[in-house]
């Protein structure tokens, strides 16, 4: 069954390559991925599984950092006029998009994989030596990017699908395959988990796309650990405008609020029992020189090695964005805009990877590191917790690569065979998980 695995997947290759490469040309960025969305249902239904799409898959008030109401109806139109299939368009309007695609085999266990399938807001590089615009596939959405390889997520997830229903008679239990929105920020994860999708799962598989020049040689880290828990906030202070030099008494500055929130934020005590983050990325305020200002924007983070570590350093951010409005005068208006939990693939499934791997896959050299540390935050983390807070075990591996620049880079781009082994990766692994159920109750029937 291993060589039957690998045989239909090198069949598809080109087919998995092409998609990919659509995918990229028509970038859209979280709770945008209506086009993505409904391409990928239509996929999935035409193979045969149950497909969950629209306010099946998210729910609603859990989804963070959603665009306007305006930017997702004008979005539906680009997505109508791009290609997107029409029998699903509907179901992703609004920001409602991500999809679940479900094959039940029968009593056993579930197996989730989750793909995420968000680009970035970066502009891509336009020059002869990027590979997406020498070959006609660099994005049609200006400012928008497949800028971390999640068009190849989404490939490999889709290549997964159709491996996995053609030995659908050798699997025993249920696979769910969840395309994730809205990745990029943390945002969209919450939203699936809160909707209930993870409860039932026994194992979850996740991974992503990774530069190799750190591990050399090596295709494959079965886990990951050190994900940092955040939460990211958009923060509004409203007061009073008036001139600058007629009656400045007169007015409440939000300026002041603004520049007393950060000075402070920065100014949060470290936390003995981890690592700590607070960061103010962004402040709009003001018109003038003479003008005393009446709104204010701060899009801040602050993040922790441990949950419990990044509520102390959100609470401890709330009360001060709140005293600081109070001290001017100031209304406030705080927004939740993403957040993540800490990570840590279970041991026992990350050597489960790496020893079928190594047993049934001598094309991949599996990484001699069984863990390696991600340093930032990963939206995938909700879903793994709530997988091992069940009982259930969980893990986040990497596809290492060449990669032509950093992720997040507007020249980035990855070696395009990774989609072929990450397939192979997910369906030999789902396949030993599922047949090795089948075969202990076989022994315990005997017995």
Known sequence: ?????????????????????????????????????????GKLADMGYK???????????????????????????????????????????????????????????????????DALGVIENKGENHKPYKCGFSSVNDGVMHACGHDGHASIGLGVAEVLMNIRDALHGKVKLIFQPAEEGVRGARAIVEKGHLNDVDYLLASHISDRENDEGSDLIPGSYGSLATSKYDVYYYGKSVHAGGSPEKGDNVMLSAATAILNLHAIPRHSGGITRINVGKVTAGTGRNVIPDQAKMEIEVRGETSEINEYVKEYALRIIDAAAKMHNSLCEIKAMGGAQPLNSDDELALKVKDVCEKNLKEIKVSSILKSKNSGSEDVSYMMKRVQDNGGQATFM????????????????????????GIKVFSILAYDILNDFNNNHIERQLI
């Not at 695995?5 to 069949?11: E, F």
């Not at 099946?56 to 004008?74: T, Y």
């Not at 009593?107 to 995420?116: K, L, N, S």
């Not at 990497?398 to 065979?417: K, Q, Y």
Request: glycine share 8%; net charge negative; proline share 2%.
């Open 1 to 41: 069954m291993y060589q039957k695995i690998i045989d239909l997947t090198n069949k598809i290759e080109d087919k998995i390559i092409s998609q990919r490469r659509d995918f990229h040309k028509y970038a859209e960025s979280g709770w945008f991925e209506m086009r993505t969305s409904s391409i990928i249902a």
């Open 51 to 117: 497909v969950l799409t629209g306010t099946d898959v998210c729910e609603s008030d859990a989804r963070m950092g959603l665009p306007s109401e305006d930017e997702l109806k004008e979005h539906y139109q680009w997505a109508a006029d791009n290609g997107a299939d029409l029998r699903f368009l509907e179901a992703a309007k609004g920001g409602f998009t991500g999809v679940i695609g479900i094959l039940d085999c029968g009593e056993g266990p579930t197996v989730a994989m989750r793909f995420d399938i």
């Open 398 to 421: 990497r596809f290492l690569t060449s990669t032509a620049a950093p992720a997040h880079a507007r020249a980035f781009d990855f070696g395009e065979e990774v989609l072929a082994k």
